[in-house]
């Protein structure tokens, strides 16, 4: 079946730097990745849909700037989380959706911890 | 926002089938169901979807009602792997981003 990666699995950083995330798809051409975080006990929020060749476009509520996403060939997006604080510390999961089967897979997710 | 109601938790003895329940009462005539599933600390698994027949893979069946304002999802015999939380979400392919709800927490126990 379709495969989704995430690098890294998890990060740990410094409050104040930026943490760059890799999602891949590895057996299809995705021109359309999503971008969710998952706090604790909680649901997956869509942040973001990831256009290859042109502007994300966010979810309300979202801060464009501070998380920057890149969707540069048919393969990969990265989520760049910019001058990163404690709050966003959280579960960071990607998707896919391959354009043939219609379907959506999920990556396996990055733990991010900034301390 | 998420467009479906499922229960906050259920339980299944191992072996025994598991049937999660979904409403859907406002889906619309493009709209399919999907489940997927999330173990603790993984990104979420596919496991099926359909539009108005009843579906079955080799992981589950999914029986939808006539009207198409609910669902089932059917894990045949569950295991105590199957312990995750279960969502079941309406979309169109290729078009519409998966919007999660709370979903159903299930326990499998031996």
């Known amino acids: 079946g379709a495969v989704v990666s995430q690098h890294p699995s998890r990060v740990i950083c410094k409050s104040g730097t930026s943490v760059k995330i890799e999602c891949r798809s590895l057996?299809?051409?995705?021109?359309?990745m999503f971008w969710y975080r998952q706090f604790p006990k909680k649901s997956l929020m869509l942040m973001a849909t990831?256009?290859?060749?042109?502007?994300?476009?966010?979810e309300q509520g979202v801060e464009k700037d501070k998380f920057l996403i890149n969707h540069a060939s048919l393969t990969l997006s990265t989520l760049t989380v910019t001058s990163a604080h404690p709050e966003d510390s959280s579960f960071y999961i990607c998707?896919?959706?391959?354009?043939?089967?219609?379907?959506?897979?999920f990556g396996p997710g990055t733990r991010l911890t900034v301390l | 926002d998420a467009k479906t109601t499922q229960p906050t938790s259920m339980d299944c003895a191992e072996g025994r089938a598991a049937n999660l329940p979904c409403n859907h009462s406002?889906?619309?005539?493009?709209?399919?169901v999907y489940w997927y599933r999330q173990i603790h600390s993984q990104g979420p698994q596919y496991i099926i979807h359909?539009?108005?027949n009843n579906e079955t893979n080799e992981m589950a069946s999914l029986i939808i009602t006539e009207d198409r304002k609910s669902s089932t999802l059917i894990l045949p015999h569950a295991t105590l792997r199957d312990t995750a939380v279960y969502y079941c979400?309406?979309?169109?392919?290729?078009?519409?981003?998966?919007?999660f709800g709370t979903g159903t927490r299930l326990q499998v126990f031996p």
């Open positions: 406002t889906i619309s005539g493009n709209e399919y």
């Open positions: 979400i309406v979309s169109r392919p290729n078009t519409d981003k998966l919007i």
């Open positions: 359909g539009l108005k």
């Open positions: 998707s896919a959706r391959d354009p043939l089967r219609g379907e959506q897979f």
């Open positions: 990831s256009n290859e060749g042109s502007k994300a476009t966010y």
């Open positions: 057996d299809f051409q995705a021109t359309t």
